[in-house]
């Protein structure tokens, strides 16, 4: 299973940007796609996550209202909306994909078993 993200790049606060995760896996109801983030120095923590198309997505507390998680099945890719981004929202993402998650499971990281190659977001003042 590959999964590869794109569209990471420097943007200012307070602007928006689309990341995006193509993986020919999100055709799968089945497979729960999720963006991670890792910032320098800091543990690989989770951003937003979405079961099957049509579920109520989960978001980390620092990301609600701000980022939205979104799949399109029939174009194998799901994406990150980050809007009104923050200083620390700087960091590494990568997309992530596993198989079968209960609801309670979204957050954790070591349910997924599937990594993308993560893509840079740079938020400067």
């Known amino acids: 299973v590959q999964l590869q993200a794109s569209g990471g790049g420097l943007v200012q606060a307070g602007d928006s940007l689309r990341i995006s995760c193509a993986s020919s896996?999100?055709?799968?109801?089945?497979?729960?796609v999720a963006w991670f983030r890792q910032a320098p120095g800091k543990e690989r923590e989770f951003v937003a996550g979405?079961?099957?198309?049509?579920?109520?997505?989960v978001y980390a507390d620092s990301v609600k209202g701000r980022f939205t998680i979104s799949r399109d099945n029939a174009k194998n890719t799901a994406y990150l909306q980050m809007s009104k981004l923050k200083l620390e929202d700087t960091a590494v993402y990568y997309c992530?994909?596993?198989?079968?998650?209960?609801?309670?499971?979204?957050?954790?990281?070591?349910?997924?078993?599937?990594w993308g190659q993560g893509t840079q977001v740079t938020v400067s003042s």
């Open positions: 992530a994909a596993g198989y079968n998650l209960i609801l309670s499971s979204v957050t954790d990281r070591g349910r997924y078993g599937y």
């Open positions: 896996e999100f055709t799968n109801n089945y497979v729960t």
């Open positions: 979405i079961r099957r198309s049509g579920t109520t997505p």
